[in-house]
T-cell receptor, first 118, second 111 residues
Framework: GAVVSQHPSRVICKSGTSVKIECRSLDFQATTMFWYRQFPKQSLMLMAT?????????EQGVEKDKFLINHASLTLSTLTVTSAHPEDSSFYIC??????????????FGEGSRLTVL | GDSVTQMEGPVTLSEEAFLTINCTYTATGYPSLFWYVQYPGEGLQLLLKATKADDKGSNKGFEATYRKETTSFHLEKGSVQVSDSAVYFC??????????FGSGTRLSIRP
């Protein structure tokens, strides 16, 4: 099956620093990847759609300068949390769709990255 | 806009009990429907899916039937196990090519 891998799985950083999270599709090409944020005991909030070779599309209320997304290749998308603050602490999950999409919309998810900002 | 509503948790059951987690949706057309499961500390995994009306998705003893007339996709399992303890998300593939998730239902199974 399609495998999506995220790295790192856990990261702790000091307030004011930047953190990069990588999302890779290991055995398929993904023209589109999605970044979600999950708060404790809450559902997934779509942050942005990452498109290979073009700018990401951000959801309303998500700061694009705060959460930088780069989709440099068909197998890699990165999320950089810039100048992180404690309120950015969360579980970030990426997902990818097969290219070409079979039409069902099924997503394959990474394992998630837990960010803790001190 | 498209949306998914699922029953709020947490749901606590004894091992071997029957499970139902309700899910209804609002959407234009006939979207694909999914159930995803999230085990503690992990990302989401697809549990089952259905792509058209009356389809039944099934996996690991779980089932859900795409009901167009009631716009529902309820998740069922006849006999739950402790290992089924997780958070379950109902979702649909929207007309905007996005996955819309329900709020999630936490399931805990007592031995």
């Amino acid at each position: 099956g399609a495998v999506v891998s995220q790295h790192p799985s856990r990261v702790i950083c000091k307030s004011g620093t930047s953190v990069k999270i990588e999302c890779r599709s290991l055995d398929f090409q993904a023209t589109t990847m999605f970044w979600y944020r999950q708060f404790p005991k809450q559902s997934l909030m779509l942050m942005a759609t990452s498109n290979e070779g073009s700018k990401a599309t951000y959801e309303q209320g998500v700061e694009k300068d705060k959460f930088l997304i780069n989709h440099a290749s068909l197998t890699l998308s990165t999320l950089t949390v810039t100048s992180a603050h404690p309120e950015d602490s969360s579980f970030y999950i990426c997902s990818a769709r097969l290219a070409p999409d079979e039409g069902t919309g099924e997503l394959f998810f990474g394992e998630g990255s837990r960010l803790t900002v001190l | 806009g498209d949306s998914v509503t699922q029953m709020e948790g947490p749901v606590t059951l004894s091992e071997e009990a029957f499970l139902t987690i309700n899910c209804t949706y609002t959407a234009t057309g006939y979207p694909s429907l999914f159930w995803y499961v999230q085990y503690p500390g992990e990302g989401l995994q697809l549990l089952l899916k259905a792509t058209k009306a009356d389809d039944k998705g099934s996996n690991k003893g779980f089932e859900a039937t795409y009901r167009k007339e009631t716009t529902s996709f309820h998740l069922e399992k006849g006999s739950v196990q402790v290992s089924d303890s997780a958070v379950y998300f109902c979702a649909l593939y929207s007309s905007a090519s996005k996955i819309i998730f329900g709020s999630g239902t936490r399931l805990s199974i007592r031995p």
